[in-house]
């Protein structure tokens, strides 16, 4: 049986791709749910939050003399803490325009977690094409706020 996270990955990025389309046509207030913006905050830093986690979790299982193992623990939380300040602090525009920093500074490390050989060339080129997909959903919200 196959993994279903390369379908879930995918499956995550509808949120930013549905939001990003409700503010190009102009819908700002979703029935039971709110503001789009908010969703697309919350969810946005949900989502970033989750995918620091995943770098803490890769940090466990390697050695105390692999350089990563260092680095993943410190750079997870600099992420993680940094969308939560933003998200508590920065109007709704800066905060997207720091998730946009934030996906684009994870898909970095996982390029030097790919190239160090900890994570496989299949998930890091899901995380390619979803990151791409995220953050031009995020772009694009950012220019309509």
């Known amino acids: 049986m196959k993994k279903p996270s390369p379908y879930l990955t995918f499956a995550g990025a509808i949120p930013f791709v549905a939001c ?3 503010l190009m046509i ?3 207030t979703v029935p039971m749910l709110g503001s789009v913006v908010d969703i697309l ?4 830093l ?6 620091a986690g995943a770098h803490w979790g890769n940090h466990l299982s390697l050695t105390e003399d692999n350089e990563w193992g ?4 410190i750079y997870s939380n600099v992420i993680a803490l940094g969308l939560w300040l933003g998200f508590l602090t ?5 905060f997207i325009w720091l998730l946009v920093i934030g996906f684009i500074s994870l898909l970095v490390i996982d390029y ?3 190239r160090a050989q900890i994570i496989s060339y299949i998930y890091f080129k899901v995380r390619q094409y979803v990151t791409a997909i995220v953050v031009v959903s995020l772009v694009i ?3 309509q706020l």
């Open 20 to 22: 990003a389309f409700l």
């Open 26 to 28: 102009d819908v700002v």
């Open 41 to 44: 905050s919350a969810y946005g």
């Open 46 to 51: 949900m989502i970033g939050s989750f995918m």
């Open 70 to 73: 260092v680095k993943l623990p």
């Open 90 to 94: 920065l109007s709704a525009s800066s």
């Open 112 to 114: 030097s977690l790919h």
């Open 141 to 143: 919200a950012a220019l």
